[in-house]
């Protein structure tokens, strides 16, 4: 495996970075907090991201990062599709101090479609920002998301935004998230004012206010004014009383931040936001510094964890080609899971068992890249052109190690491809193997379908346009696709497969990882399946994975 050299100049110098100590990983890693933002589109993700770095100094003016079109500073051009659509599509972290922390804030893609990244994100994180519309609710990618952070045993901070605006009760909302997601809130902040009406907050654990300001546009930080209860009461009047005495309700039954339980995923600490104005942003970024997890030793393939102070060892979650037309290049994107990573440095390829010159790496946010010389557990690094590496691959130094693969997870969409011109298949095969072996969509084959005609399964429509736009791109394959109506997948066996598939309206097929799937057009479909056919096995794939 080779990387090879790319035109940032300054990448070419000479690394001479210091001997590292084992020690100061684990001194390291106790000071990061790695975390997504995660939402149902629209919620406010990008928003908040840009109030968070805001906030911490990161950039001067909110709007730098990336947005959507036509916003100021939208920085996602690197796809065409991307520039078309003003959507951010790869997946990247940025890292800033705050306090005597430092924050790795893990970017997932920002466009309204659902994809395995977003998912593969959460692999590659200790916590989750799980930002909730006051006037929406929990919508279905929230619960979809909430479902996989649940099976990843990930601790999930709530913050319920857009509280300036017309929206639902809080304690109605508090109900919903407990009933249906089984996460027990715990709010640490309480909205003074209605939805619409955001004063500030009650600060639950010093009895305090937190009054809000707004500024012009909300570019600016927002000033927050701390009170005393007393002289909250005397300025907020009505809305302070009710904001207290719901405040005494949630005390009486238990809705109290508990650290064990938080961080075991049970309950989840909540907070009350209007991120568009800077309000709230503050106190989430002090919780995430409080009491956000940093990164801990990570278990291994075989059950036995590496230890965070030992040698250097990474998972790539996530590969992203194209992402600089001007020099076509390929970023495998890795979280640092143990040691100290050195630039410059040779490392280990645990799936080729092959040396690899870690020369050009680079950290990547929106349109800024910057070439990383020493990173630590917790820390997402960008390999440049490191075609060999796929998403789930382990990277070492010293004693070998493999981490477990990351999951796949359930898809929704389906299509069928093929070449447009027959005389390309085999580029058409070619490209169709690499896009499955980096995870861009699924491939699922029958021999009734034929390899020239393999289905794409994805978790979001999105991923097709991105195996589309790689294949006619890379593979000078263009390709057509036919989609599918099914949209509930199963896990199924090869005994039950001949009888499954004998049925109308349903198809088995073969993953390549040998799993059998059986697709269908409905929860109708399903039932009647499974009615007339009650000894075939149709498994869930369960919480979004599988
Ligand atoms: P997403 O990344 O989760 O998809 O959401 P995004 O941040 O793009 O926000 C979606 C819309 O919600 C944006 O409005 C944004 O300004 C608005 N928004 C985000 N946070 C708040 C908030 O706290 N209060 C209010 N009132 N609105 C909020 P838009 O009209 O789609 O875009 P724009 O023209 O405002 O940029």
Avoid at 98 to 107: E, K, P, S, T
Avoid at 178 to 195: C, H, Y
Avoid at 271 to 278: D, E, G, I, K, Y
Wanted: glycine fraction near 8%; charge should be negative; hydrophobic fraction near 40%.
């Amino acid at each position: 495996m080779s990387d090879s050299p790319s035109s940032d100049s300054s990448e070419t110098e000479e690394v001479h970075a210091p001997k590292r100590t084992a020690t100061e990983a684990g001194r390291e890693a106790s000071k990061r907090r790695t975390f997504a933002v995660i939402s149902h589109p629209d919620a406010g993700k990008s928003t908040l991201t840009e109030a968070l770095s805001l906030h911490a100094h990161a950039i001067s003016e909110a709007g730098a990062i990336h947005g959507k079109a036509g916003r100021r500073g939208t920085v996602s051009d690197w796809m065409d599709m991307e520039k078309a659509r003003g959507i951010s599509i790869s997946s990247s972290a940025l890292q800033f101090p705050y306090g005597d922390a430092i924050f790795n804030l893990v970017d997932t893609p920002g466009h309204a479609d659902f994809s395995e990244d977003t998912y593969r994100v959460l692999s590659a994180v200790d916590s989750a920002v799980m930002l909730i519309d006051a006037a929406k609710g929990l919508e279905p990618q929230t619960m979809k998301l909430f479902d996989v952070c649940k099976a990843r045993g990930l601790p999930i901070i709530t913050v319920i935004n857009k509280w300036d605006r017309p929206g639902l009760d809080p304690l109605a909302l508090m109900d919903e998230i407990r009933k249906r997601t089984g996460l027990i809130p715990t709010p640490l902040t309480w909205p003074v004012g209605v939805a619409g009406d955001f004063r500030g907050v009650l600060d639950r654990r010093t009895g305090g206010f937190i009054r809000f300001t707004r500024t012009a546009g909300g570019a600016k930080l927002a000033p927050e004014e701390y009170l005393q209860p007393e002289a909250a009461l005397a300025l907020e009047d009505v809305a302070w009383s009710s904001a207290a005495e719901e405040h005494d309700l949630l005390t009486l039954e238990d809705a109290l931040h508990d650290q064990q339980t938080f961080l075991a995923g049970r309950t989840t600490p909540v907070l009350f936001a209007a991120a568009v104005l800077n309000f709230g942003v503050g106190q989430l970024l002090d919780v995430l510094h409080d009491l956000a997890p940093s990164p801990t030793s990570r278990p291994d393939s075989a059950g036995s964890a590496r230890d965070i102070d030992g040698a250097f060892s990474a998972q790539v979650f996530k590969v992203q080609a194209g992402m600089d037309t001007s020099h076509r290049d390929r970023l495998a994107f890795a979280r640092v899971c143990s040691g100290v990573f050195v630039r410059g440095e040779v490392i280990t390829h645990e799936p080729s068992g092959r040396g690899f010159a870690t020369k050009y790496v680079h950290t990547v946010f929106g349109r800024q890249r910057e070439t990383v010389d020493v990173a630590y557990p917790g820390d997402v690094i960008g390999l440049v052109n490191a075609s060999a590496l796929r998403a789930g691959d382990t990277l070492y130094a010293g004693k070998k190690v493999q981490f477990p693969p990351l999951p796949l997870f359930a898809p929704e969409h389906f299509a069928v491809m093929r070449a447009k011109d027959p005389s390309r298949y085999k580029q058409f095969r070619k490209g169709v193997e690499q896009l499955d072996q980096e995870g861009v969509v699924q491939i699922l084959r029958s021999d009734l379908r034929g390899d020239q005609a393999p289905i794409l399964a994805a978790v979001g429509p999105m991923q097709f346009e991105v195996a589309t736009h790689r294949l006619e791109h890379e593979f000078a394959t263009p390709v057509h696709l036919d989609f599918l109506e099914y949209n509930i997948a199963r896990r199924t066996t090869a005994a039950d497969a001949p009888e499954l598939a004998a049925k109308r309206d349903v198809e088995v097929l073969q993953r390549t990882d040998g799993v059998y799937l059986a697709l269908f057009k409905g929860p109708w479909h399903l039932k009647r399946i499974e009615q007339d056919l009650p000894n075939a096995m149709l498994e869930p794939l369960v919480a979004g994975t599988d």
